[in-house]
């Protein structure tokens, strides 16, 4: 069977849900948005943020990063396989950039992403969405006071992204998520004719004649495109859909057996990530009775005094989740709590390859963290920064002991022992079909026409917060893009 359309936007995540909703607004054209993974309506696991736990396996692709050396093996690598992508499983931390992300985007070579362009780009997401501050149990307080007993002052992340205590900032309206696929398309029966939705529809390759994208084979047959193909299948499958379709490095794609349509040496490289490590209290009781999500409260910290914003961002959780397969390697016994520092520009860099020549075959996820060192120095300070925090009144109101890694952990070579086996991602994989690299300053990949991207793929690198409201500001602007073509 075969449809034809005038956009197709492949992956309908928190990118793919925005630029759909905008070219639906602006243009009369048929335009299909296609998303492997089911719909997210009126499925409270989806929408309601404190339901989160609810989300069984088959909401997600069941990804693995590659083992790498000194560092945990069968790290799962969550990505969101529904309606509303990574945002409907998320814990919805909103974070406006600070400027000096754009501005460092442009010096790196993506000419036209500086903060003032993007300006107009944030209050259109903040014009769409609900942004509200977390709730505030009793032992976020504690992590807050603790921060104030270290000489941080109390910050409003939803005005400043600088050093300071507080509470993050959600992209959810009380407990209902404000997901781009929420937000810009429910409720989807009201849908303009013109915009079709299709879920459970996996794009398997790109149909590329001539040197143009003209749309895709799906799991529901062709779909051919007449003004434009979109890329929105998120930093991890945008670069393997390519490859498998012949875009990407040469060698690599020969390797697999594809024919090599366009040299693009940059697909799939440069993946970055922010890259984690958590300090685990013991409490004197159970925490119970948070109101939306477990991570309400926030820090950040400037450890490099010429740094052009905060280089050391915490969660703190009022619950320890497992996050490596099978193998308990946090594991606690009675009731805890940590806090997670993560390195906001971290520089290491990873990248996306692929197991196999076929969409179905999971993609290599080689993360590469603290390739870079000044990464795993940066992590080491804050975790030592950490331990501190648990020595405050405040937190030991709180706490009974510190059970990871515990006080025997004491030099640096105990601390970078344990950062390496205990080190997480916070889901932010990005930059791995960057501007300047892959696609030209206005998304289109480079080489050829009628193909663009939107996603988390195109940052020209990392930014100092959670990704998500960068993407959504990034879709906008994609859309202008398209428009203008
Ligand atoms: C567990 C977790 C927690 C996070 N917490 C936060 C947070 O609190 N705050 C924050 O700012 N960020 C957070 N993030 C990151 C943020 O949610 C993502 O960076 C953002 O949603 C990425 O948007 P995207 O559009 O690039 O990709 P996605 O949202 O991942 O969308 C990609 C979509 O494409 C679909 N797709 C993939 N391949 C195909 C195909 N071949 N055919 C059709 N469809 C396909 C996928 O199913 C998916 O729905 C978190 C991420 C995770 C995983």
């Known amino acids: 069977m075969t449809t034809v359309c005038d956009y197709l ?7 793919g849900a925005v630029v759909a909703r905008r070219l639906a607004d602006k243009t009369p054209g048929r335009i299909i948005l296609l998303e492997a993974g089911r719909s997210d309506e009126g499925d409270p696991a989806a929408t309601d943020l404190r339901q989160l736990d609810a989300q ?67 209050q259109r997401v903040a014009d769409s969405i609900t ?27 939803g005005r400043a992204v600088t050093q300071g205590v507080g509470l993050f900032p959600l992209n959810a309206k009380g407990a209902l998520r404000q997901s781009s696929s929420i ?19 996996m794009a398997l390759r ?36 390519m490859m498998v379709s012949g875009l990407g490095p040469g060698a690599e794609l020969r390797g697999q057996g594809i024919e090599v349509i366009a040299d693009l040496a940059h697909v799939g490289r440069h993946l970055r990530d922010h890259v984690a490590a958590p300090v685990v209290w013991e409490t004197h009781e159970e925490i119970r009775g948070w109101d939306i999500c477990p991570f309400e409260a926030a820090m950040m910290l400037q450890l490099e005094p010429e740094a052009p914003a905060p280089d050391i961002l915490f969660h703190f959780g009022l619950r320890v989740r497992e996050k490596y397969a099978d193998r308990a390697r946090l594991a606690t016994q009675g009731p805890a709590v940590k806090a997670s520092p993560n390195v906001t520009r971290a520089r290491s860099e990873g990248e996306i390859r692929l197991s196999g020549p076929a969409m179905t075959d999971p993609p290599v996820i080689n993360l590469n963290y603290f390739s870079d060192r000044s990464d795993l120095d940066l992590l080491l300070r804050a975790m030592r920064f950490t331990r501190r925090i648990g020595q405050t009144r405040a937190m030991q109101r709180l706490c009974s002991r510190e ?15 344990y950062v390496r086996s205990v080190c997480e991602t916070v ?13 030209t300053p206005d998304l289109r990949v480079m080489g050829i026409d009628g193909l663009f991207i939107a996603d988390a793929s195109v940052f020209a690198s990392l930014i100092t917060v959670n990704i998500n409201a960068a993407v959504m500001m990034t879709a906008e602007r994609a859309a202008d893009f398209i428009l203008a073509a």
Not at 9 to 15: K, R
Request: hydrophobic share 45%; net charge negative.
């Open 403 to 417: 059970i990871h890694p515990g006080p025997a952990v004491e030099s640096d070579a105990d601390w970078t022992d």
């Open 56 to 122: 069984t396996s088959d909401y997600d692709w069941g990804f693995r990063a590659a083992p790498l050396a000194g560092a945990p093996a069968l790290l799962k690598y969550a990505r969101a396989k529904l309606l509303g992508g990574c945002a409907n499983h998320n814990d919805c931390a909103f974070i406006r950039p600070p400027d000096s992300d754009f501005d460092a985007w442009e010096q790196q070579g993506a000419s036209g992403w500086n903060a003032a362009a993007m300006a107009p780009y944030w």
């Open 9 to 15: 936007i492949i992956g309908g995540g928190s990118a």
């Open 183 to 201: 937000a810009y398309l429910h409720p989807l029966a009201a849908l303009p004719r013109h915009l079709e939705v299709w879920t459970q529809c």
């Open 206 to 241: 790109l149909i590329l004649e001539h040197g143009r994208a003209v749309g895709a084979v799906t799991t529901r047959g062709q779909i051919l495109a007449r003004r434009a193909v979109v890329l929105a299948c998120g930093a991890i499958q945008t670069p393997q859909l």
């Open 131 to 157: 942004i509200e501050t977390a709730p505030c149990h009793p032992a976020s307080r504690s992590f807050i006071e603790a921060g104030l007993e270290l000489g941080l002052p109390e910050v409003d992340f």
């Open 427 to 439: 889901y932010h994989p990005c930059a791995t079909a960057a501007i300047g690299k892959v696609v």
